[in-house]
């Protein structure tokens, strides 16, 4: 079956500390993993997506397939990373979330 | 471009009622998909309309059905409402052209749903 864990649902850290949020999943494909987040009041949105191999406001992410995880990190965490993360897998065609993890970073 | 538009904000219904649940996608996007998030969870992925037909079904029961129409905008629909159906019901749309795997999926801001 197809699933996403994150074991966290909140990760406290102060400005300027690394942040890593966990994601591992379950699928027996290749699969296609993303990271959205949710800002306060605002839409659910894209951070980043795996295959992109891209760094979004400076969080990257590495698939690896050997531990099934997709760890969200950033080196120093600012005020404004303060947010919903959520983890998805898209398997068969589907969409998969984790519960996802509130980040709190404090000055 | 207002982006992915849901109506109605908020919506209360009693047991045993039906409720229909409305989205506009993004403009130039043709598949729309429905997310239902109970509070604390992640969204649950109900289903997947594109070229106005289900594509994609989630793990819900038949009391839950959509529909896509002409110009891509849809309805979910949810009969005989149960207490567990409260949720924030989510509507994202892509632009999918026959490709499932591309899943860049822009949010509507949501329908509450409170079913006392």
């Known amino acids: 079956a197809q699933r996403v864990t994150q074991p966290e649902k909140l990760l406290s850290v102060f400005k300027g500390a690394p942040v890593e949020l966990k994601c591992n999943y379950s699928?027996?494909?290749?699969?296609?993993l993303f990271w959205y987040v949710q800002y306060s009041r605002q839409r659910l949105q894209l951070l980043l997506r795996?295959?992109s191999r891209e760094s979004i406001k400076g969080f990257t992410a590495d698939l690896n397939k050997g531990e099934t995880s997709f760890h969200l990190k950033k080196p120093f965490a600012q005020e404004e990373d303060s947010a919903m993360y959520y983890c998805a897998l898209l398997g068969y065609n589907k969409l998969i979330f984790g519960a996802g993890t509130r980040l709190a970073v404090h000055p | 471009d207002a982006g992915v538009t849901q109506s109605p904000t908020h919506l209360i219904k009693t047991r045993g009622q039906q409720v229909t649940l409305r989205c506009s996608p993004k403009?130039?996007?043709?598949?729309v998909s429905w997310y239902q998030q109970a509070l604390g969870q992640g969204p649950q992925f109900i289903f997947q309309?594109?070229?106005?037909?289900?594509?994609q079904r989630g793990n819900f029961p038949d009391r839950f059905s959509g529909h896509q129409f002409p110009n891509y905008s849809s309805e979910l629909n949810v009969n005989a409402l149960l207490l567990g159906d409260s949720a924030l019901y989510l509507c994202?749309?892509?632009?999918?052209?026959?490709?499932?795997?591309?899943?860049?999926?822009?949010f509507g801001s949501g329908t509450q749903l409170s079913v006392l």
């Open positions: 699928y027996s494909g290749s699969p296609e």
């Open positions: 795996h295959i």
């Open positions: 403009s130039g996007h043709d598949t």
């Open positions: 309309y594109y070229e106005e037909e289900e594509r």
């Open positions: 994202a749309s892509s632009f999918r052209q026959g490709n499932p795997t591309n899943e860049k999926l822009f």
